[in-house]
């Protein structure tokens, strides 16, 4: 177990890299709004197939990186992404054996979670959003998530990352 | 668990409340900039395109274009050099000092904030440029907004657009004062807490009216698009579009105020 734990921490890293690329591509109008929550999805997904090893100090870093490249306040995708990896390692269990349909479902919540934190945070910041818009990304990020897991399933295989 | 909120709270309340990260956010953005130019791979080739791959008709075009347009502002710049002689010399009769023309830095944004309600551009211009926060931004047209955090080599800025973004301005054509503030949508302004009786139309001028001593006097904000009175208002509701073209701009300049704003701005209002 040990041994085996040391296996493949480059896969993660860029798989995080990856998604804060597409996080911050540049996108105008609509797209803008529909952009899914890449880092949210690639954290879920590690959360679940790897709990023990990605959990909340991953989370923590990450949400940390993002707040940088978002210029958001420092802590609010940290504090939202630690929320998401929390109750994603709750029902870890149960989300493997879901049908992929029940899974987006699932990450359509998760992702909700994500966004409404995000929104309080920025609403204490003066930068509150003024429609539900903001809620889209909950939408894109459950019909991405089917991609997302398809893809990193198929390169923690290939990588034998455990 | 209850040892992660602690410090994310801690983090927040230090960042939102104290502005206490400016060092450690600055690190981090310059660790970070490969991701921002990892992003930037698909305007990149977008620009190289448009570089490499016109048409000889296209470029002509735009040079004789070009030519005219140089000829113009050429054509009123020798009016410029009069006028200022003479604006110097006025302002020697009423015993202030020269006004100086501003200094500018040409920046390439090479990154926008990704949430769409957050109105933030990422410049190639940093500390090493000698970029300060605070520093006022404009385009060929008018203010953008200014710089909030400084790095190494980048800068972020905060247009005028940005929900928490306020400048102050006045009426070109009376002098009438007022706060334009960001409302998060990118060609709308609002002007807050103006008197119903107050002399402002569609189609005044706003320009910075230096107040607040952080944006030199005299550059073009907005335009004002709609005036609502309602009798049952104590306020009039005015809405004004940016004169800058705030999502178009790639190219943008940084203002070096010469002096002390403050100094300057006063001597302005004092000759004018």
């Given amino acids: 177990m040990v041994e085996q734990q040391a296996r493949g921490y480059w896969v993660i890293l860029s798989s995080f890299l990856l998604a804060y690329v597409l996080a911050i591509v540049p996108l105008t109008g609509l797209a803008a709004w529909l952009r899914p929550e890449w880092l949210a999805l690639v954290l879920i997904y590690w959360a679940i197939a790897l709990p023990y090893r990605v959990g909340l100090a991953t989370a923590m870093l990450a949400g940390l990186g993002m707040d940088v490249l978002e210029g958001a306040v420092i802590g609010q995708n940290m504090l939202a992404l630690a929320l998401v990896v929390l109750l994603s390692r709750l029902l870890y269990q149960r989300l493997r054996v879901f049908s992929i349909g029940q899974q987006a479902l699932t990450v359509f919540f998760l992702a909700g979670v994500h966004q409404l934190v995000c929104q309080w ?3 204490v910041e003066g930068a509150g959003a003024r429609s539900l818009w903001f809620m889209l990304p909950a939408i894109t990020s459950a019909v991405f998530w089917p991609l997302v897991l398809v893809t990193l399933r198929r390169a923690r295989r290939h990588f034998e990352v455990y | 668990m209850g040892l992660v909120a602690l410090v994310v709270v801690g983090l927040l309340v230090a960042d939102l409340r104290y502005s206490q990260l400016g060092t450690a956010r600055a690190f981090l953005d310059t660790l970070l900039i490969p991701v921002h130019t990892v992003a930037d791979i698909p305007a990149a080739i977008g620009r190289w395109q448009e570089r490499h791959l016109r048409s000889r008709s296209s470029l002509m075009e735009d040079n004789d274009h070009l030519s005219r347009e140089n000829l113009v502002l050429k054509g009123r710049l020798q009016q410029m050099a009069s006028l200022q002689a003479n604006n110097a010399r006025l302002r020697a009769l009423l015993n202030s000092s020269a006004l100086l023309r501003d200094d500018v830095l040409v920046a390439e944004v ?24 605070g520093q006022p931004l404009i385009d060929a047209d008018g203010l953008m907004g200014q710089v909030i955090e ?3 080599f980048t800068s972020r800025v ?16 009376n002098g009438v004062r007022a706060v334009a503030e960001g409302t998060g949508s990118l060609d709308l302004l609002e ?24 944006f030199p006097i005299g550059y ?3 335009t004002v698009t709609r005036v609502e009175r309602d009798p049952g208002q104590a306020f009039a509701r005015i809405e004004a579009r940016p004169a800058a073209a705030l999502d178009r701009a790639r190219h943008v300049l940084l203002v070096f105020a010469r002096g002390d704003v403050a100094e300057v701005n006063a001597e302005a209002g004092a000759g004018g």
């Fill in chain 2, 191 to 214: 002007v807050h807490h103006v008197a119903a009786t107050t002399d402002i139309a569609e189609g005044d001028l706003l320009v910075t009216s230096g107040l607040g001593q952080r």
């Fill in chain 2, 150 to 152: 400084v790095s190494e």
């Fill in chain 2, 158 to 173: 905060l247009l005028i657009t940005d929900a928490t973004h306020s400048v102050p301005v006045q009426v070109n054509r």
């Fill in chain 2, 110 to 133: 090479i990154g926008v904030a990704p949430d769409p309600v957050r109105h933030q551009l990422l410049l190639d211009k940093g500390g090493s440029d000698d970029v300060y926060a």
């Fill in chain 1, 121 to 123: 945070i920025q609403t």
């Fill in chain 2, 220 to 222: 073009p904000v907005a």
